[in-house]
């Protein structure tokens, strides 16, 4: 493979499309009917919410990605910070993150075009042996839009993402028209209140829609002007998405018919209501929405299924640079400018992601992507604050305003999105990132920089083993040995003491690679 090097081609419009394209997915098209049953009327709150956590995440992201901007850039920052253990750690998270989100969205796909094609799924939902197929084949022509250039890419992404905006435009507007307020009184399943919000943050699928903030990062090599575009990007993305989610959120919740409401409840509403816009559209008699929200939900899915396909790419591409994976990966094809060694292993990571039976269901996926993400964030704000320290000459053409506070303020709110995970899903990602950590330490004894290395990490182990223990005796779906609000006050003194741990031990010299 020739080396080359990523064009810089797109445009602050092209990374904006690029967020709220990856956000517009199969999140609008689940969360509203999974949050409603979690937290009822109060499910705006979880949207607001929801939005000010990425936000700060977005923010640190964005004084990074402005004064650094690296493909992949959510990889390469901790390993500039905080060493090679550190760095491999974080890959494995960004690795399971990037590539699972993309046999997300073809699963959904699936899923709605069951209404058509019936063949693709078992009564239960899951998929059959054509259904596997048919999301094979989804993610194989991802990967051939993504294979000849980067401008192909955003070329169809524009076309893809403003039809995305239109169909939930026209849904919010159609179901207003039966909006009935009282529906809003109607209480969630126990135990609801405050506990179903921030479960709902998870579960419900609310911050997984809007993670698509980290597009502008993740190609912040590929685009003009990054240290001015990339922040105005994110912060587009999160605001625009923010106002459509809370808006279907409310048309949905408005629209319901109250017998249906006070025979199942929200929560009951998930037996009957499979595909949750075209099963409301269609006890409303409206057929012709119907089938535009099946042709949407086919194709909003697959626009951000493409779009992660290429971002785990990127992402590949960036551990391959920091010497996590073969140099192959993170080569560049010179006519291109596409790291096509790391596309190629980022089509094979997402097929395979979309066959182990556990994950076969879209709502199965949603906790643990979501949660593999946070894990992800979770350094931003340590590096932020070791820069700051270590490399106060940096030029920063985004700095982020109080960042004393902020920064670590986001640090506790990507814990706390975290342990609001539940066990279910943390006592299978935090091992794996124990066992990260110890076999990276053991098997780079003998490099030049492992005492460095180790010094710089220990804080991340302790993090892990603590967010462990807590996740176990908490209160979502843990031994509820813990109650609320101690559970969330000790997680937060926790990842305070991990943050400052963490800044007070990162490199004293980073070094940051030209590229």
Known sequence: MAKGELKKRLSLVDLSLLGI?????SGWLYAALNSSGYAGGNTGWAWT???????????????????????????????????NIVGFVIGVSSLLAYTSTAGVEVEAVRQYALYWWPALGHSDGNPTTLGFAVQIGLLVIFFLLNYWSVSVFGRVNTIITTFKFIVPLITIVTLLLYFNSANLQVPPAPPGGAHGVFTSLTGAGIVFAYLGFRQAVD??????NPQRNVPIAICIAIAVSFIIYLALQYAFM??????VLTAHGWAGLKAIFQSPYADLARSLGLMWLINLILVDAVISPAGTGNIYLASAARVLF????????????????????????????????????????????????IGA?????????????????????????????FRLPMAAILSPLSFVA??????????????????????????????????????QDIAC?????????????????????????????????????????????????????PIIVEE
């Open 21 to 25: 394209g990856s956000m517009i997915g």
């Open 219 to 224: 190609f912040a090599s590929e685009a003009k």
């Open 318 to 365: 960036a551990l391959a640079r920091n010497g996590h994976l073969w140099k192959s990966a993170g080569e560049i094809d010179e006519k291109s400018g596409v790291p096509r060694g790391a596309l190629w292993l980022a089509l094979i990571l997402s097929i395979a992601w979309t066959l182990p039976s556990e994950f076969q269901v879209w709502g199965g996926l």
């Open 369 to 397: 992507v979501t949660s593999a993400t946070v894990f992800t964030y979770m350094p931003g704000p340590v590096t932020l604050a070791a820069f700051r320290t270590h490399l106060p000459e940096l030029h920063r053409p």
């Open 49 to 83: 919410l929801g939005a000010i956590i990425v936000l700060l995440i977005g923010l640190v992201s964005a004084e990074l990605s402005a004064a650094i901007p690296r493909a992949g850039g959510f990889v390469r920052y901790p390993n500039y910070s905080h060493g």
């Open 254 to 259: 408005g629209a319901v018919p109250s017998d």
């Open 457 to 509: 990490s220990w804080w991340l182990l302790a993090y892990y083993v603590a967010m462990l223990i807590l996740s176990k005796i908490g209160t979502f779906d843990g031994l509820n040995l813990l109650s609320t609000p101690l559970d969330m006050i000790i997680v937060t003194v926790v990842a305070l003491i991990c943050y400052y741990w963490g800044a007070k031990t990162s490199i004293a010299k």
């Open 414 to 451: 990507s814990t706390l999105l975290i342990y609001w995970s539940g066990w279910p899903v943390n006592e299978i990602l935090i091992p794996i990132f124990i066992v990260a950590w110890l076999g990276y330490a053991l098997l780079t004894r003998k490099s030049p920089t492992y005492k």
